[in-house]
Nanobody, 119 residues
Framework: QVQLVESGGGLVQAGGSLRLSCAAS????????MGWYRQAPGKQRELVAT???????NYADSVKGRFTISRDNAKNTVYLQMSSLKPEDTAVYYC?????????????WGQGTQVTVSS
């Protein structure tokens, strides 16, 4: 069975940095994209960043220039380097691995890791 294990969350002061990691414990075939989503209290889960297996990346406007997504395809691992953190970045962050062609039934999700940015 496949399980996504997240790490790196915690409490950090505004302006600080954190790196999130997410590794799949099992083999996932036909991986299309890997990514990170987040959900703040009272808000809907939203896209943070995604990376196509070939390397193309996409970022939410709110994090562009501050966050960097990367991956290790051989280990089915995705990372999120977060810099210049702001209190509004506070949320539960979820990693995602999507199998081609995507959609319901083709997504693997982590349990979420809490990121809290203090002001």
């Amino acid at each position: 069975q496949v399980q996504l294990v997240e790490s790196g969350g915690g409490l950090v002061q505004a302006g600080g940095s954190l790196r999130l990691s997410c590794a799949a414990s099992g083999i996932i075939f036909s991986v299309n994209t890997m990514g990170w989503y987040r959900q703040a209290p009272g808000k809907q889960r939203e896209l943070v960043a995604t990376i196509i297996t070939g390397g193309r990346t996409n970022y939410a406007d709110s994090v562009k220039g501050r966050f960097t997504i990367s991956r290790d395809n051989a280990k089915n691992t995705v990372y999120l380097q977060m810099s210049s953190l702001k209190p509004e970045d506070t949320a539960v962050y979820y990693c995602n691995i999507r199998r081609w062609p995507g959609g319901a039934g083709n997504d693997y999700w982590g349990q979420g890791t809490q990121v809290t940015v203090s002001s």
